[in-house]
Nanobody, 118 residues
Framework: QVQLVESGGGLVQPGGSLRLSCVAS????????MSWHRQAPGRERELVAF????????DYADSVKGRFTISRDNAKNTVYLEMNSLKPEDTAVYYC???????????WGQGTQVTVSS
């Protein structure tokens, strides 16, 4: 059974930090590009960052460049999203996904809520 389980969300003040984790099971994690997405109420889903299955090549949405860092640990079947200098506009449900190299989404997680507010 394929599972992607996100954790680490919560309430944080502007300027604060959070680290999201996504633990995968039921498929060969190291063979997939892994991505983080987010969706805020009333807004379209946004691809935040992805990391390739090999060479750890990464890319980020312009809105998070320099503030967020995606990483993966293939031995732990886990992908992380380190989020720093958080802003209220980062408030959303954050989802991880397992993708093809062409960023076609194959598996989704259930999401974790991130709220940035004073």
């Amino acid at each position: 059974q394929v599972q992607l389980v996100e954790s680490g969300g919560g309430l944080v003040q502007p300027g604060g930090s959070l680290r999201l984790s996504c633990v995968a099971s039921g498929f060969t994690f190291s063979s997939y590009t892994m991505s983080w997405h987010r969706q805020a109420p009333g807004r379209e889903r946004e691809l935040v960052a992805f990391i390739r299955s090999t060479e750890d090549r990464t890319d980020y949405a312009d809105s998070v460049k320099g503030r967020f860092t995606i990483s993966r640990d293939n031995a732990k079947n886990t992908v992380y999203l380190e989020m720093n200098s958080l802003k209220p506009e980062d408030t959303a449900v954050y989802y991880c996904s397992a993708d093809t190299d062409g960023l076609e989404i194959i598996y989704w997680g259930q999401g974790t809520q991130v709220t940035v507010s004073s």
